[in-house]
């Protein structure tokens, strides 16, 4: 059975940073790209970023570029994502997800962590 937790949200004002984690199990991460993938309230899912299986090759969409950074620890199943000079526009809930590569389409979703940017 595939788990996927994701931790670290919280509330933070704006220009603020805040680091998710998401951890894995039941699943050879090694072998999976994985993603960050946020809803905001009201709007669609949206892609934020994906790192290659081997963490060589990531990948941001235009909003969160030079801001966020997505790397992962394969030794112990962890995804993260530090997120800096946070904006209003960045509050949703961010999920993790894993796929086989980046551009696949989703395998395995965790159940999402809050982030709140206080203006």
């Known amino acids: 059975q595939v788990e996927m937790e994701e931790s670290g949200g919280g509330l933070v004002q704006a220009g603020g940073s805040l680091r998710l984690s998401c951890t894995v199990s039941?699943?050879?991460?090694?072998?999976?790209?994985m993603n960050w993938i946020r809803q905001a309230p009201g709007k669609e899912r949206e892609g934020v970023s994906c790192i290659s299986a081997s963490g060589d090759s990531t990948l941001y969409s235009d909003p969160v570029k030079g801001r966020f950074t997505i790397s992962r620890d394969n030794a112990n199943n962890t995804l993260y994502l530090q997120m800096n000079d946070l904006k209003p526009d960045d509050t949703a809930v961010y999920y993790c997800?894993?796929?086989?590569?980046?551009?696949?389409?989703?395998?395995?979703w965790g159940k999402g962590t809050l982030v709140t940017i206080s203006s």
């Open positions: 997800a894993a796929e086989r590569e980046c551009g696949d389409g989703m395998d395995y």
């Open positions: 039941g699943l050879p991460f090694a072998d999976y790209a």
